[in-house]
Structure formats: structure tokens, C-alpha cells
């Protein structure tokens, strides 16, 4: 399977001169390998037929599947000690995507012709960083109950549920873009696939920008209610590990916020644009390094070591009734818990 799209750019069979500008690169070579140029080689055909411009770099893209593997191991262990499932969940499977991807862009080395590692590498790399943001999504709700939920403008699941929503439409944008342009075989339908990927992309820098915006007014009220923050939590909020958490959340918010505007730019100018098959180092630092800072601070600063054991303190909670009066409380913290039915008062003051 070639680039989608690729063959729609050949005319006709064999030309022999190349032109100057963007998307006017002309292919000299056998008829058979042109038109199926995933029965290509590196001895047999130029990379005017590949999925690049270049060979990918064994060393850059083995580097970063390492550390995202690397990464993968801490929030495993972390998640599961300290029972962050969501989190854990979210990060973990951003990270194997993230690691496939490379994987799949260091075999690109060596056949460079390969449709199946390009797209794999395209569609994973793409979505994975969605699943990144939705852990991002699960700690504010936490930071504003930890500084107290009367400083913040809307209920703390508020936050969640917006945001979580927003990332799963950003999800499915970007993975039924990513699977309409993995089985375009027209010029139009891979730009189809290609329209609604950066719609999903676009999406996410929106909905990036705004949690941001978000989070700052947040810390401007708290900033301003100094005097009213929640002191059951005061060495927590105060201590180095839990501002180190704060900028490592910031750094992730700022770090995808890039990727995602430089892949919107990247995919602008389609699957053909010098920019998406020619500049491999671009790519390196604003995909690669930005999802490398993203995930390494949230690994350091791991988000149930800096809440320092009340992370499950700060769950949603239920809400029940009791003597017409609404408490809340969650399964975990209810009394009844490990009450016998038999010895469950009734209003009447019996038992059952």
C-alpha cells in the first residue's frame, strides 16, 4: 500500500525531467514499480516513490520508542501501587501508541515503501497524544478540590466531563480520519481522511486552549483567596512535589498544544507537501520531543505520589439523601459499607 493518495500524483508512466515547485515531483523508472511502488526497493527505486523524502533515523526514533517503553514501566508501577486507574489507563495507552509509532517509523528505514509501517506510524502517532490529554483532564478536578472547591468557578466534575467529552470527539475525529486515508485509494478520498484528521486535530488545540484558560483563572482565584484555601490540605499544596506536579502539568498542556498546531500545519498541505515528507527533523522536535517532555514530567511528577496518598479523597462523589438532608459521600467512605442488611435501620426505628 502506498502513501494515501501517492498515485494520483503520477499522470502517466515514465517521465524524465523534475519539476521546480511544491507537489511537481516527477518519477523516472520502471512502469510497474511506479504504480506499485510498494513492490519497491531502496536498490531498485528512488525515495521519490517512498512514503518520505528520507530515510527515517534508526538512532532518533529507537531513542524516543525507548523512553516512551521506559515511561510505560513507570506509570504501571505508580498506577498500579497507588491505584490511579484512570490516569494509569489514559497514559498507558498513549505510550504504546506512541512507542508503536516509532517502532513502526524505524522499520520505515529499511523499506522505506512499506504502506503498512507509514500508516501505522501515521494513524498512532496521531491519536496517541489524545489519550495523553485525557489523563491531563483527570487531575484538575483534583488540584481544585485539594485547594478547595468554593475557589473554583464550576464543580470540579464539571471540568472532567467537559473536557473528557471534548478529547473522546477529538479521539474519534482523528482516528475516523486516520482510517478513511488508510484505505483511500483516490486522490479524493485520502482527502477526505486528511480534512477530518485535522478537524480532530483542531478540535484538540481548542479544547487545549481552553482547559488552559481555564486552569488560569482557576489559579488567579486561588491566588486571590489565599486566606480561604483548604486547610485539611495545606502540606500538600505547599510542598515542592506538589508544585513540581503543577509545572509538569502546565509543560504537558503547553507541550501537546504545540505538537498538535504543528501537526495541524504539517497536514495542511496534504500527504504529498514537502513539509510532511521532507522534513524529518521538524517532526523530531515538535512531535517527538514535545510528547517526550509531555509524558517524562508526568512520569517524575506522577500525579499520586505529589497528592501524596489522598488521590481517592478526591474521587466524585455520590450524591445520597439521609433525613431529607443531601450528603455526599463515596462508595468507599459510606458507613454501610460493611453494615449486615439485618442490622440496617428502617425509619421507623426497626430493623429488617
Known sequence: MSRPGQNDTIPFANRTSRGDGPGDTNYVGNITLILFPELCTIETCDLTLANFMYLPTIPGNAIFAGLFGLFIIVQLFLGIKHKTWGFMTALCMGLVLECVGYIARVLMHDDPFNGDWFLMSLVVLTIAPAFITAGVYLCLARIISVYGEHLSRFKPRTYTIVFVTCDFICLVLQGLGGGIAASADTKKSSDLGKNIMMAGLIFQVVSLALFGICCGEFALRVLRGRGSRNERYTAITSSLLFKGFLVAL???????????????????????????TGDEALFMVLEGVMIVLATGGLSVFHPAVAFQ???????????????????????????????????MPLNNGSRV
Open 250 to 276: 502546565f509543560v504537558a498542556c503547553i507541550t501537546i498544544l504545540i505538537r498538535s498546531l504543528y501537526r495541524c500545519v504539517e497536514l495542511s498541505g496534504g500527504f504529498n507537501s514537502d513539509l510532511f
Open 309 to 343: 496518598g489522598v488521590w481517592h479523597e478526591l474521587n466524585f462523589n455520590f450524591r445520597t439523601k439521609k433525613s431529607h438532608k443531601a450528603v455526599s459521600m463515596t462508595d468507599e467512605e459510606s458507613p454501610m459499607t460493611n453494615v449486615e442488611l439485618s442490622k
